[in-house]
């Protein structure tokens, strides 16, 4: 169960967790924002020397690692290579008999729209001629069409984060709920009030579609939990 090939789940496994209580959904993570080092995907000469920089022989689609998460590279995400080999992904995650993907890094497009101190929303990919976040947007929606072709309007997306997209309709359509890291607490400290206010501002556009939004909190002391 650590991403590789030798140790991924089987249909067998997916199958009795289901029939352990028949109406749970079965959801499998998968990161479509950023490549994992520790992925059945991965080859081990793009990075062969382990310094966070993709080596000659990486697609030019991988960038550097991300120092906040060891193994995690940054990609452009809309590079039709990275898109096919995530469709790959989810193909083995359908035949192994789960019912939705819970996407992660959807938030990847706020990497591309730094500059320096600066976050410019809704900046311009000179390689696409969208916006950064219309390809990530165009992205979610690829990977709903894909699986829906075989898997119906039952299978669930669940992005994670990137709450700003849910301002597009069409995005807001195709999603079946939303998780939200660190929404009420940073850390130990409980987030600071104009951050919780402008996501509910997103947030709200899932209330007002009657769908679920997963609060994903990480603090570990007992008061901030209990709060």
């Known amino acids: ?6 140790a991924k789940w089987t249909a067998k496994e997916i199958r009795y ?11 499998s993570y998968i990161s479509i ?5 520790y992925r059945t995907y991965w080859e081990k000469d793009w990075d062969a020397n382990h310094d966070g920089r993709p080596g000659p022989s990486a697609p030019d689609y991988l960038l550097k690692v991300n120092p906040d998460w060891e193994g995690n590279y940054k990609v452009r995400y809309w590079d039709k290579r990275w898109q096919g080999l995530i469709m790959d992904y989810v193909d083995e995650i359908i ?12 938030d ?10 600066r976050q410019i929303d809704h900046r311009k990919n000179p390689a696409t001629g969208n916006t950064y976040r219309q390809d990530m ?14 898997k119906g309007q039952e299978f669930v997306i669940i992005p994670q984060n990137g709450a700003q997209l849910l301002k597009d309709p069409g995005y807001l359509r195709v999603i079946d709920a939303i998780g939200i890291e ?3 607490t940073d850390g130990d400290r409980k987030a600071d009030g104009e951050h919780v206010r402008f996501m509910l501002s997103f947030l709200k556009k899932m209330e007002d579609a009657g769908k679920p939004v997963l609060v ?3 603090p570990k002391k007992r008061a901030l939990k209990k709060h």
Do not use: M, W
Request: a negative charge.
């Open 1 to 6: 169960y650590d991403g590789s090939a030798e």
């Open 17 to 27: 967790i289901r029939a352990c209580r028949p109406l749970r959904k079965i959801v």
């Open 33 to 37: 924002g950023e490549a994992e080092n």
């Open 95 to 106: 035949e192994l008999g789960f019912d939705g993907l819970y996407l992660d890094i959807v």
């Open 108 to 117: 990847g497009f706020e990497f591309f729209e730094r500059e320096g101190d």
């Open 137 to 150: 947007i165009g992205f979610v929606q690829g990977i709903a069409a894909h699986v829906r072709k075989t």
């Open 182 to 184: 660190d929404l009420f």
């Open 216 to 218: 994903v909190e990480y």
